[in-house]
């Protein structure tokens, strides 16, 4: 089946860092979503990519779809420590197929 | 953003006991609904989608018959813990969408433990 890979597990970085996670799929996707969860909270929506190679910003957060749309990547600039959380990535390939999310990136911010 | 809601947020149980969690979405018609097991620092487990009106579809490995799911209506989704053991303790996520295959929307969990 699908599978979609997400790295690293763990990040670590220095209030003011920058951050980028990647996002690897088995196979082309029709759509890829990006969702952070806050520790002890519940994932909530960042955003949707759809088109090959699109790139979409939210102010210090950069998201990128593959032109092959099977990897993607999200960058924080100069890391807050509002920042923490995890952050799953998730993807279907085309066709009505439910999402399928990565295991997701945890991000610590030291102050 | 679109409001899903989760009842009970916590839930303590005896093993064998039957134990069932509510999904709603508060201002929008959701016509999937899916659920999601969370084990603690790990990633979301698909369990089951379920589109209102028809049977859930199970992910491979969830026994249908221990985790009962019902959608009722285009706004509340069941999941019924059925002679609940202690393996079966772990978070459990519904999100909605409106459309299948779009974004969701992510209740806050049910802590469940079953003694």
């Known amino acids: 089946g699908q599978q979609v890979m997400q790295i690293p597990q763990y990040q670590h970085v220095q209030e003011g860092e920058d951050f980028t996670t990647y996002c690897n799929s088995s196979t082309t996707l029709s759509n890829i979503q990006w969702y952070k969860q806050r520790p002890g909270g519940h994932p909530v929506f960042l955003i949707q990519?759809?088109?090959?190679?699109e790139v979409k910003k939210q102010k210090r957060l950069t998201f990128q779809f593959g032109e092959a749309k099977k990897n993607s990547s999200l960058h924080i600039t100069a890391t807050q420590t509002t920042d923490v959380g995890t952050y799953f990535c998730a993807g279907a390939p085309s066709g009505n197929t439910p999402l399928v999310f990565g295991k997701g990136t945890r991000l610590s911010v030291i102050a | 953003g679109a409001v899903v809601s989760q009842h009970p947020s916590r839930v303590i149980c005896k093993s064998g006991t039957s134990v069932k969690i509510e999904c709603r979405s508060l201002?929008?018609?959701?016509?999937?609904m899916f659920w999601y097991r969370q084990f603690p620092k790990k990633s979301l487990m698909l369990m089951a989608t379920s589109n209102e009106g028809s049977k859930a579809t199970y992910e491979q490995g969830v026994e249908k018959d221990k985790f009962l799911i019902n959608h009722a209506s285009l706004t509340l989704s069941t999941l019924t813990v059925t002679s609940a053991h202690p393996e079966d303790s772990s978070f459990y996520i519904c999100?909605?969408?409106?459309?299948?295959?779009?974004?969701?929307?992510f209740g806050p969990g049910t802590r469940l433990t079953v003694l």
């Open positions: 201002d929008f018609q959701a016509t999937t």
């Open positions: 999100s909605a969408s409106w459309l299948p295959y779009n974004e969701q929307f």
């Open positions: 990519l759809v088109k090959s190679g």
